[in-house]
C-alpha cells in the first residue's frame, strides 16, 4: 500500500498571533533557526513523503519561497564557503514534489483538503496540521502509516488530554480497542462541551486518509460549526459509510504552536533539547530562580554568546 502523499493546510489566518501574522504567515514563526513548517515538512520527509501539496491563500507565498531554491544565496555561500548552511533545507527540496493550492475563502479545514483532491488520486494520503509540531524517535506520521499499512485503513492520531482542554479538539468515540495504543472508532465530536466529550482522546494534527475522503467531502452538502467545512465531520461521514477508522496514540512530545503560549513553550522545550543550545537555557532557567537572577538584579548581565 503506497503512501506517500501528504498535504497541508496552512491557509489559516493566524488572528492569534496578530500583529505579527499581518504580514509574516505563522507557520514561519521560528523554533530555533528554522521556520515551524520546516519541522513538519521534516517529519513528512522522514516518513518517506514524496509529494506534498501545501494549500495556503494570497499572503503566505513566503511558505512557497522557502521550500524553492536560491541560486543567488547558494552561489555567495558557496564563495563564503559556507554552502553547508542551506544542508538541510536543500536536501528536503530535492526529495519532495511540491504543489500549491491556495484557498480563497476562510471555509474550514476540510474545504482546504478538498481543494488538494487532485493531487491524491485513488490512495491513502497523509494529512499534518502545521499547529501540531511533534517530536519523537520515530515521526509521528510514519508511526500512522505503519499502522494504515497493517489495518489496510485511515488511521488518525490522538493524545490523552486533560478534561478542561477537551473542547479545544476534536475528541474521539472509542468503538472497540484492538490494543493499549490502537482504538477503532466510531465518531469524532469536534469542540465538545467537556461534559459531552465521549472520551479522553484528542485529536491531534496527523492523519493517514483513504482517498474516500474526497467522497465524503464532495458529497457534504450542509456546512457544521462556524459555517465552515469540517474535516471531523468528512470523517464521521466515511465511517457511516461503512469505512473503518481508527486511533492511534502517537508517542512524541506535542507542541501546539497554534497559539503564542504554546509557541513559546515550543521554543524553550526544543532549546533545552538542542545539544547546542540545550546547557545555555538550562543554566540561564536555573538563574531564574535565585536572587542573582536578572528579574531581581537589574544590573545583571546575560550571557548572549553560544
Ligand atoms: C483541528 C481539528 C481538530 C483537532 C485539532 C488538533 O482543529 O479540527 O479535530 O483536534 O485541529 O490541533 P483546529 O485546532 O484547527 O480548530
Not at 21 to 29: G, R
Not at 267 to 272: M, P, Q, R
Request: glycine share 6%.
Amino acid at each position: 500500500m503506497d503512501i506517500n502523499k501528504v498535504i497541508i493546510p496552512a491557509a489559516g489566518l493566524g488572528t492569534r498571533f496578530l500583529p505579527y501574522s499581518k504580514s509574516v504567515p505563522k507557520e514561519m514563526l521560528p523554533l530555533l533557526n528554522k521556520p515551524a513548517i520546516h519541522y513538519i515538512v521534516q517529519e513528512a520527509f522522514e516518513s518517506g513523503i514524496k509529494h506534498l501539496s501545501l494549500v495556503t491563500n494570497r499572503s503566505k507565498h513566503s511558505i512557497e519561497d522557502y521550500f524553492d531554491t536560491s541560486p543567488e544565496l547558494s552561489h555567495i555561500l558557496k564563495d563564503l564557503g559556507e554552502k553547508n548552511l542551506l544542508n538541510d533545507i536543500e536536501k528536503i527540496i530535492r526529495s519532495i514534489d511540491f504543489t500549491s493550492v491556495r484557498q480563497h475563502e476562510m471555509m474550514g479545514l476540510g474545504h482546504a483538503l478538498w481543494l488538494a483532491r487532485h493531487s491524491i488520486g485513488k490512495e491513502y494520503c497523509g494529512v499534518m496540521l502545521p499547529d501540531d509540531i511533534i517530536f519523537s524517535k520515530q515521526p509521528a506520521l510514519a508511526q500512522l502509516i505503519r499502522i494504515a499499512r497493517q489495518e489496510k485503513a485511515s488511521i488518525i492520531a490522538v493524545q490523552e488530554v486533560p478534561a478542561d482542554c477537551l473542547s479545544s479538539y476534536g475528541v474521539v468515540t472509542i468503538k472497540k480497542q484492538i490494543t493499549p495504543h490502537l482504538l477503532q472508532i466510531s465518531s469524532i465530536i469536534e469542540k465538545p462541551d467537556q461534559k459531552d466529550a465521549p472520551s479522553n482522546l484528542a485529536v491531534i494534527g496527523r492523519y493517514v486518509l483513504s482517498h474516500k475522503i474526497f467522497n465524503a467531502l464532495d458529497q457534504m452538502t450542509t456546512y457544521s460549526v462556524g459555517e465552515e467545512l469540517q474535516l471531523s465531520d468528512a470523517i464521521n461521514n466515511m465511517i457511516q459509510n461503512n469505512e473503518k477508522v481508527f486511533a492511534y496514540k502517537v508517542q512524541g512530545i506535542r507542541y501546539d504552536i497554534g497559539t503564542p503560549i504554546g509557541w513559546i513553550k515550543a521554543v524553550i522545550g526544543s532549546a533545552l533539547q538542542d545539544p547546542q543550545y540545550g546547557p545555555h537555557i538550562q543554566r540561564f532557567i536555573d538563574d531564574l530562580g535565585t536572587s542573582e537572577s536578572f528579574l531581581f538584579n537589574q544590573s545583571k548581565n546575560i550571557q548572549h554568546t553560544v
